[in-house]
Nanobody, 127 residues
């Protein structure tokens, strides 16, 4: 079993930056694909980015490409999501998740491809 704990969410002004953290513990070797998703009020959970533990390869949703950066620290078993130039439409609960599916496949960008989830961290962007 893998346990995930997110932190770093906050209320920020548009144009600001945040770094979200996801502390990973447990059977981490069983999950090589780590992802970030977000869910805004009244909307479905959507894929943001994912990373492969073994080599740091990354994938991004088109909507966040260039503003969001996913990274990892193997020594601290932590996955990060750096968010720059925040916009009001980035307001959402951000979730960290772990997937048993290959990083390069279609399931890595779908919420149904992840079976371990954190509790989420709230990001609110004011205009």
């Amino acid at each position: 079993q893998v346990q995930l704990v997110e932190s770093g969410g906050a209320l920020v002004q548009a144009g600001g930056s945040l770094r979200l953290s996801c502390a990973v513990s447990g059977r981490t070797f069983s999950r090589n694909t780590m992802g970030w998703f977000r869910q805004a009020p009244g909307k479905e959970r959507e894929f943001v980015a994912c990373i492969r533990w073994s080599d740091g390869s990354t994938r991004y949703a088109d909507s966040v490409q260039g503003r969001f950066t996913i990274s990892k620290d193997n020594g601290n078993n932590t996955v990060y999501l750096q968010i720059n130039t925040l916009k009001p439409e980035d307001t959402a609960v951000y979730y960290c998740a772990a997937s048993p599916f290959p990083f390069a496949g279609g399931m890595a960008v779908r919420s149904s491809g992840y079976d371990c989830w954190g509790q989420g961290t709230q990001v609110t962007v004011s205009s």
